[in-house]
């Protein structure tokens, strides 16, 4: 085995185009599964048994079930399925696969947030007889989401490494150039190299920007209960993480 310069300059524009088609699919893809894992968090915290049993069943049937199977199926296996079956270009079915997957985990650290909050909180929102509105607006939601952000930012950081299994269905990402590129010059150590590269200058930033953030609102947490009795952050994380 031989290392060309060469291959590296002829395959780094490829690569470079398909890099930002990778990072705007994980900003798609964390989008969806925010917004989604709101609509989780919601449909558990309906009182009543039938559906809490029927949310808790999908839940778990879409994380026991690998992001690449989930992508096959809606690519391959859903237009074929009668009345239902909806064909999807590449990059939507990259969105709703990886999105509604990772939703499900983004689900539990809303609601880990929500639980964090302290009781009391709840029983002065209910005292002052606010509306629901006004009570998840005002009361609860401005204390639950900030020590969320650290664990959303790990997933930002997880799914911009899942991202390259959407070259599977045909996404033209950092990973499928390098493919293509190989396919054509029988060069893959060059392109492949350059792809690791760039994820590993990519998220090794983020990752450490993500730990300072954690110590930042760590402090800011332990100051706030100096008891260390309030830890349902870390529950949350440790069962469903």
């Not at 490494?161 to 959407?166: F, G, M, N, Q, S």
């Not at 990402?173 to 150590?189: I, K, P, W």
Request: with cysteine; net charge positive; hydrophobic share 50%.
């Amino acid at each position: 085995m031989t290392w060309s310069w060469n291959y590296v300059w002829e395959s780094l524009p490829l690569i470079f185009e398909g890099m930002w088609i990778t990072l705007g699919l994980t900003i798609g893809c964390f989008a969806f599964a925010m917004l989604f894992g709101f609509v989780w968090t919601f449909l558990r915290r309906i009182p009543w048994t039938p559906v809490q049993k029927l949310v808790g069943f999908l839940l778990e049937f879409i994380r026991s079930t690998p992001p690449l199977v989930q992508l096959f199926f809606l690519f391959y296996a859903w237009p074929m399925v009668p009345y239902v079956g909806v064909t999807l270009d590449p990059i939507s079915c990259a969105i709703l696969g990886l999105g509604g997957h990772f939703s499900t985990y983004i689900s539990e650290i809303y609601r880990s947030g929500i639980e964090s909050v302290d009781k009391g909180q709840w029983e002065a929102a209910k005292a002052l007889n606010l509306s629901t509105g006004k009570k998840w607006t005002k009361i609860i939601l401005p204390q639950a989401i900030p020590p969320t952000i650290p664990m959303l930012g790990n997933y930002l950081i997880i799914m911009f490494k899942e991202v390259p299994l959407t070259a599977t269905i045909g996404v033209t990402g950092m990973l499928h150039a390098a493919e293509s590129f190989g396919a054509q010059t029988f060069a893959y150590v060059e392109p492949l190299t350059l792809v690791a590269l760039f994820f590993l200058a990519m998220s090794y930033p983020s990752a450490v920007l993500i730990r300072k953030l954690e110590k930042k609102f760590n402090r800011r947490f332990d100051k706030k209960n100096p008891t260390g009795t309030n830890n349902n952050m870390d529950k949350g994380v440790a069962v469903n993480g």
